[in-house]
């Protein structure tokens, strides 16, 4: 077996971010004691080694603002512990020699007798485990003798393995009430930090993201005691610069109602981050692209205001000029849709222009129209009472002067026959 074990800095509190960036690498993941220790010997022809595997937790670590401490390896997770504790202890040798030359802080079981031990002569765990076994026992009870023969490897380990919650939520008391709700995010992204971190562990993404903040106790009576913002992004993402730039983004735009001593950042819903292949050369295809545009339509959307920023999305129905709706950007998913059966103009005449007819009984529009496809014969819309059934042939027709366009012809019943029964209804780009 081969253990690492990953130490946080002493002033760091992001133990359990660590232990989710340990499950991205492998599934055999612990807590022990200030570290953080993982089995990684199913990992290491994964990642190409001992070393790869370290430079890219290093790496990752960083890109994910962890503050990483010492690292070391050893056989067993005690060893690992021990060994990252002394950063001057050998590297290579056998563990049991490499143990020997430690002192006795670097396992917790002997520092807690340190100063008996010490007056003993025992400042090493290797003059330690020379002493009588059974005096030792009496002296300082078992727990000294199984933690010494564990980090050997001469007693098994039993370890809680972590396990990842479904659900994301973390809480940061703020050092200062804050007044101003743009001030909040650089607490926030401490939370983001770990929030990215988990999803990394997951192999998942979010799309949706709650910061949600507590008002301080000397509010005013009619100020509610908390307050929250959702973010929502256009696909599943766990871009930690993204959701920063995004919830910051909001938070320019959110007034605080009285200050803020706490905030939380959740999120229920995860979902599968599906990872796209780069394509050699950029276009509409290529994921970094996308994310490039996603996220420009995320600022707008949030700048210019909820459904000044829209798309298009198709809908089951018959009547072809109801089968694409404009929606607030970015719109939830939707189940597929069969694509329409002829070709949908880029904008929509509304209302419908009437056209005037020529001699051949053929509309006319800047001129004659040439008939380019058509006619789609559509009859629907009865169910929705009176009036709004539809009974048109569509066509598309092409303009000299306006390019092309749709138009359709009402089949009108017989007291309408004085009127012409063409109307303009959308025009191609």
């Known amino acids: 077996m081969r253990w690492l074990a990953l130490c946080c800095t002493p002033d760091a509190t992001d133990t359990d971010a660590l232990a989710w960036l340990a499950l991205s690498f492998t599934p055999r993941v612990a807590q022990l004691e200030e570290a953080v220790v993982a089995e990684v010997s199913a990992s290491l022809r994964l990642f190409r080694g001992a070393r790869a595997l370290r430079l890219r937790l290093q790496a990752d670590a960083a890109q994910a603002g962890l503050a990483l401490g010492a690292m070391a390896w050893a056989p067993t997770a005690l060893a690992a512990l021990a060994l990252a504790r002394s950063p001057g202890a050998p590297r290579q040798g056998r563990l049991a020699d490499r143990l020997d030359a430690l002192p006795l802080a670097a396992l917790t079981a002997a520092h807690a007798h340190h100063a008996m ?216 998913a939707s189940p597929p849709v069969r694509p329409p059966p002829g070709p949908q103009p880029t904008w929509l005449v509304e209302p419908p222009l009437p056209l005037r007819c020529d001699a051949r009984e053929q509309p006319v529009y800047a001129g004659a129209l040439a008939r380019i496809s058509g006619p789609h014969r559509i009859e629907a819309g009865w169910w929705e009472g009176p009036g709004q059934l539809q009974t048109r042939d569509y066509y598309v027709y092409r303009s000299a002067a306006r390019g092309l366009l749709w138009v359709y012809h009402e089949r009108l019943s017989a007291t309408e026959s004085d009127a012409s029964g063409w109307f303009l209804h959308g025009v191609f780009a």
Do not use: K
């Not at 804050?178 to 971190?197: D, G, I, Y």
């Not at 930690?240 to 983004?249: I, Q, S």
């Not at 320019?252 to 905030?263: F, K, Q, S, V, Y």
């Not at 600022?299 to 298009?312: H, I, M, N, Q």
């Open 117 to 332: 031990l010490t007056r003993l002569g025992c400042t090493q765990l290797g003059q330690l485990r020379r002493l009588p076994r059974p005096a030792l026992a009496r002296r300082f009870g078992p727990a000294l003798l199984v933690a010494l023969d564990q980090a050997y490897g001469d007693l098994p380990e039993a370890h809680d393995w972590l396990a990842l919650p479904d659900r994301f939520a973390a809480r940061l008391e703020l050092p200062w009430r804050v007044e101003h709700a743009p001030v909040l995010l650089s607490f926030a992204e401490t939370l983001l930090r770990q929030l990215c971190t988990f999803l990394a562990a997951h192999h998942a993404g979010v799309r949706t993201l709650r910061l949600a903040w507590q008002h301080d106790a000397m509010r005013a009576r009619d100020v509610a005691g908390s307050g929250e913002l959702t973010v929502a992004t256009a696909d599943t993402t766990r871009d930690l610069a993204r959701l920063t730039r995004l919830l910051g983004e909001h938070l320019a735009r959110t007034t605080l109602a009285a200050p803020a001593g706490e905030i939380t950042l959740s999120a229920d819903t995860l979902l599968p981050l599906q990872e796209g292949s780069h394509s050699l050369l950029p276009g509409p295809s290529d994921p970094a692209e996308r994310a490039t545009t996603h996220a420009l339509l995320e600022r707008l959307s949030v700048r210019l205001g909820a459904g000044r920023v829209c798309e298009g999305r198709l809908h089951e129905d018959h009547r072809l000029d109801r089968m694409q709706r404009w929606q607030p950007w970015p719109a939830p």
